[in-house]
């Protein structure tokens, strides 16, 4: 089963515009992090936030984790089309282990 | 990074397939996920110190090892149709540590079951 759901799961924008993407999950957490995949290869991780952190950011990320609402988004600015990719939300749940448990994902396209 | 073999395979339902990971130099952790089209990826089961450290809601035909060189296979038997995917083996380190558990993965091998 996957905890976190993503919202949209697609979005398609022009080059220089911001994408938001959302991710809500259901219990309590560790961190959360966001990954990022091209083309159906390989994951690479992009940002961890903490449970007791509320924004991160990384370059041109900007995350934000609400854990009242069980809430996270990640922010892209000023897009390039090489951010075309599918991105993942993926929580560390309390008392899981060390698994990681993955959104469906948002389909970014950054069209040039 | 971590590697993986082979990159792309086909097999026929019931057959078995072993898949291979290499990990990233000082991991001490091997994590396989299975991703199926258009979705995420789906924890199968997680080594550490080469014993079972976790696992998700895979069947008992889903089966792993890893080597004291942290190397580790994934083994399917008695495949089905459904079993087609991306399977994805991550290493990481500091199990246990909060915050430890972020993931690197291999570039992942397609299985087509027929």
């Known amino acids: 089963s996957q905890q976190g759901e993503e919202d949209p799961q697609a979005l398609s924008i022009q080059e220089g515009e911001n994408a938001t993407m959302n991710c809500s999950y259901k219990t309590s957490i560790n961190n959360l992090q966001w990954y990022r995949q091209n083309s159906g290869r390989g994951l690479v991780h992009l940002i961890l936030i903490r449970s007791n952190e509320r924004e991160k950011h990384s370059g041109r990320l900007r995350v934000t984790l609400d854990t009242s609402k069980k809430s996270s988004s990640l922010l892209i600015t000023a897009s390039r089309a090489a951010d075309t990719a599918s991105y993942f939300c993926?929580?560390?749940?309390?008392?899981?282990?060390?698994?990681?448990?993955f959104g469906g994902g948002t389909r970014l396209m950054v069209k040039p | 990074g971590v590697t993986q073999s082979p990159t792309h395979l086909i097999k026929t339902r019931g057959q078995q397939v072993t898949l291979r990971c290499s990990s990233q130099?000082?991991?001490?952790?091997v994590s396989w996920y299975q991703q199926a089209l258009g979705q995420g990826p789906q924890f199968i089961f997680q080594?550490?110190?080469?014993?079972?450290?976790g696992r998700g809601n895979f069947p008992p035909r889903f089966s792993g090892l890893q080597f004291p060189n942290d190397s580790s296979e994934l083994n399917v038997n008695a495949l089905e149709l459904d079993d087609s995917a991306l399977y994805l083996c991550?290493?990481?380190?500091?199990?246990?540590?909060?915050?430890?558990?972020?993931?690197?993965f291999g570039a992942g091998s397609r299985l087509t079951v027929l």
């Open positions: 991550a290493s990481s380190t500091g199990q246990g540590l909060s915050g430890a558990n972020v993931l690197t």
């Open positions: 080594y550490y110190r080469e014993e079972e450290n």
């Open positions: 993926a929580t560390d749940e309390r008392n899981a282990g060390n698994m990681l448990t």
């Open positions: 130099s000082g991991h001490n952790t």
